[in-house]
T-cell receptor, first 108, second 110 residues
Framework: ELKVEQNPLFLSMQEGKNYTIYCNYS?????LYWYRQDPGKSLESLFV?????AVKQEGRLMASLDTKARLSTLHITAAVHDLSATYFC????????FGPGTRLSVLP | NAGVTQTPKFRVLKTGQSMTLLCAQD?????MYWYRQDPGMGLRLIHY???????AKGEVPDGYNVSRLKKQNFLLGLESAAPSQTSVYFC?????????FGPGTRLTVT
C-alpha cells in the first residue's frame, strides 16, 4: 500500500526567502504530481514528474523526483505572498495517493 | 470545455437521509475518482472507476456507493448519512495522466 509523507506540514516563511518541501513515499511509483490548493478552493495541478531525475520549473517553484530514494522536492525561490497555499504531492500507483499537504504561509 | 463539474455545491442532510452527488466531465477521460477532504487533512480516496461500467473501492469506501453508467458521469451515493460523513467531496478525472479536479461539494450531516 502506497503511503505518502510530507515535511513540513506547516511552513511560515518571509517573503524573499527560499525553502524546500519534501515528499517521501513508501512504494515504487513511476510518476508524481504536485498540486496547489487555496483555502476553500479545489486542487490545481502544478507539475507532473514522469521519470527519475525529472525536474520541472514554473516561476518561483521547482519540483524534482528521485524514484530510487522515493523522494520528491518542491523548492520555493524568493517566496512571495501569492504562493501562500497548501501544497500536496501525489505519487501515482493505481490511483493518486495524496500526502497530508504542506500549508505554506508567506509573510511580508 | 467545462472540465469537471460537481452537483450540488452545498448540501445539508439530516442523519439517516440519502443523497447522490453527481460528477460530470467533458474531457473524455477514462478514469474518475471520488475523494473526501476533512479539515487539515489530505484527500482520501473513496471509490474510483477505470472506465464506463467499472467501479472499485478506495481507502474509505464504507457508507458510500458509486455508479458509472456513462463515461462522462460518476455518481456518489450516501444511503444513510452519518455525521462522520460531513466533509468536502472532490471528484476528479484523468486520462490516466494528470488528474483534474472539480470544484467540490460541501456536505454537512446534522
Amino acid at each position: 500500500e502506497l503511503k505518502v509523507e510530507q515535511n513540513p506540514l506547516f511552513l511560515s516563511m518571509q517573503e524573499g526567502k527560499n525553502y524546500t518541501i519534501y515528499c517521501n513515499y513508501s512504494t515504487t511509483s513511476d510518476r508524481l504530481y504536485w498540486y496547489r490548493q487555496d483555502p476553500g478552493k479545489s486542487l490545481e495541478s502544478l507539475f507532473v514528474l514522469l521519470s527519475n531525475g525529472a525536474v520541472k520549473q514554473e516561476g518561483r517553484l521547482m519540483a524534482s523526483l528521485d524514484t530510487k530514494a522515493r523522494l520528491s522536492t518542491l523548492h520555493i525561490t524568493a517566496a512571495v505572498h501569492d504562493l501562500s497555499a497548501t501544497y500536496f504531492c501525489a505519487p501515482r500507483g493505481q490511483n493518486f495517493v495524496f500526502g497530508p499537504g504542506t500549508r505554506l504561509s508567506v509573510l511580508p | 470545455n467545462a472540465g469537471v463539474t460537481q452537483t450540488p455545491k452545498f448540501r445539508v442532510l439530516k442523519t439517516g437521509q440519502s443523497m447522490t452527488l453527481l460528477c460530470a466531465q467533458d474531457m473524455n477521460h477514462e478514469y474518475m475518482y471520488w475523494y473526501r477532504q476533512d479539515p487539515g487533512m489530505g484527500l482520501r480516496l473513496i471509490h474510483y472507476s477505470v472506465g464506463e461500467g467499472t467501479t472499485a473501492k478506495g481507502e474509505v469506501p464504507d457508507g458510500y456507493n458509486v455508479s458509472r453508467l456513462k463515461k462522462q458521469n460518476f455518481l456518489l451515493g450516501l444511503e444513510s448519512a452519518a455525521p462522520s460523513q460531513t466533509s468536502v467531496y472532490f471528484c476528479a478525472s484523468s486520462y490516466p495522466g494528470t488528474g483534474y479536479f472539480g470544484p467540490g461539494t460541501r456536505l454537512t450531516v446534522t
